[in-house]
């Protein structure tokens, strides 16, 4: 008889760091097995729109300090 595994796991709000990181991981190892897969269509689109903007000069940039001050800004918890 196989030996089936169940595993609970929380709302992602309520996970711990490991267990965030272990998710991550998993899910990582998960797109690496997968990487024949073609991406997504909306994926290519977004690509595309990027590499045109560069290609025409109209792209837009920031600097890596302010984009880390943006993310924190965002994901900060009241």
Known sequence: MPLVTFKTIPPI???TSDQL???LD??????FRRRNDPP???HLKIL???ENSIANGSADSIDI???KDS???????P
């Open 40 to 42: 997504p269509e909306w």
């Open 71 to 77: 993310i924190e800004r965002r994901t900060r918890r």
């Open 21 to 23: 990181a272990d998710l």
């Open 65 to 67: 300090s302010e984009l």
């Open 48 to 50: 595309k729109e990027r």
């Open 13 to 15: 709000g309520e996970m």
């Open 26 to 31: 998993a899910v990582q190892i998960e797109r």
